[in-house]
């Protein structure tokens, strides 16, 4: 079992940044793709970013530009560096981590973190 907690979440500005961390409790964290997903109230949850093991990233295209996601396998760390923030970025992001994939669908996660809150004021 993988146990992951968000931190880095908080309250900022239109046009701040914001880096939010991943950490995982499992050993191998580093043979895990990982990405980030956020759930605006009254939304869906969905796909900001994803890693690799081997460092590839992509990202949805909202976020393109402005995010960006690295991982510290020797901190067993995922980040995600959101800069020129808008309030449509305000949601809780989550982390997951996929075993076998490199992937924005969800549902290919195996686990997942607590979330942390984002808010972007306007």
């Known amino acids: 079992q993988v146990q992951l907690v968000e931190s880095g979440g908080g309250l900022v500005q239109t046009g701040g940044s914001l880096r939010l961390s991943c950490a995982a409790s499992?050993?191998?964290?580093?043979?895990?793709?990982v990405g980030w997903f956020r759930q605006a109230p009254g939304t869906e949850r969905e796909f900001v970013a994803a890693i690799s093991q081997t460092g590839i990233t992509y990202f949805v295209d909202s976020v393109k530009g402005r995010f960006a996601i690295s991982r510290d396998n020797a901190k067993k760390t995922v980040y995600l560096q959101m800069n020129s923030l808008k309030p449509e970025d305000t949601a809780v992001y989550y982390c997951a981590a996929s075993m076998y994939s490199f992937t924005s669908e969800q549902h290919r996660y195996d686990y997942w973190g607590q979330g942390t809150q984002v808010t972007v004021s306007s």
């Open positions: 499992e050993r191998t964290f580093s043979s895990y793709d």
